[in-house]
């Protein structure tokens, strides 16, 4: 197509030439280009013209080329998304694995805690029945002390008031029995008829004296 419109447009100046073969070239493509006439099919065009092949061939070779190199960069792409994901899913299992290696240890120093912590426990509870038993046995025997020593002190005052009691009831028995001793001899005083006689005519007696004081007479 590209040679026929030149052969068109070069024509009308070409038409005085004395050329033959220009002429010969004019008609057939003024013929070809009659209605009419069967157009030229584009594989012989392509056969035809050298250059057009070349383009074509170069189109193809660059589309090919393209192609190729998005299906390229396509599996590249997928090839990294796998390579990440692959990547990440060993992170995952490592992670896993180191969370699951932190739980052990954990495990492990929660067991060892709580068996330091029993037997602390432990020896604290021996420790403090061994001492409660001590203190037991000390206050035993520190009641028991005072108990001896205030049974002995409850027995020696019980002791000092028997005799204080006894001592006291001596001198009362003394002193009541004097006082009965000086009762007796003034009832027996008074028993005289001269007392008799004094005690009615309301005069003192005096009975150290043996005599009375009244009116500046003494007895008969």
Do not use: C, W, Y
Not at 88 to 94: K, P, Q, V
Not at 112 to 128: F, G, P, S
């Amino acid at each position: 197509m590209t040679s026929v419109a030149p052969a068109r447009r070069a024509a009308p100046h070409m038409t005085h030439t004395p050329d033959s073969d220009t002429a010969l070239q004019s008609q057939a493509a003024v013929s070809a280009v009659e209605p009419g006439t069967a157009r030229p099919r584009l594989r012989d065009q392509i056969a035809e013209n050298p250059l057009l092949s070349l383009v074509g061939g170069i189109i193809v070779a660059v589309m090919t080329l393209v192609g190729t190199a998005f299906v390229a960069v396509l599996l590249f792409a997928l090839n990294g998304i796998n390579d990440r994901l692959d990547a990440l899913e060993a992170r995952m299992d490592r992670l896993e694995a180191k969370v699951d290696a932190g739980f052990a240890a954990q495990g492990a120093q929660i067991a060892e805690l709580d068996a330091r912590l029993t037997a602390q426990i432990v020896e604290l509870d021996a420790r403090l029945t061994a001492q409660i038993v001590e203190l037991d046995a000390r206050l035993t025997a520190q009641i028991a002390e005072l108990d001896a020593r205030l049974t002995a002190q409850i027995a020696e005052l019980d002791a000092r008031l028997t005799a204080q009691i006894v001592e006291l009831d001596a001198r009362l028995t003394a002193q009541i029995a004097a006082l009965d001793r000086k009762l007796t001899a003034l009832v027996a005083h008074l028993n005289a008829t001269a007392a008799v006689e004094a005690a009615l005519d309301h005069r003192l007696l005096t009975p150290d004296a043996g005599t009375t004081e009244s009116e500046g007479r003494s007895p008969g």
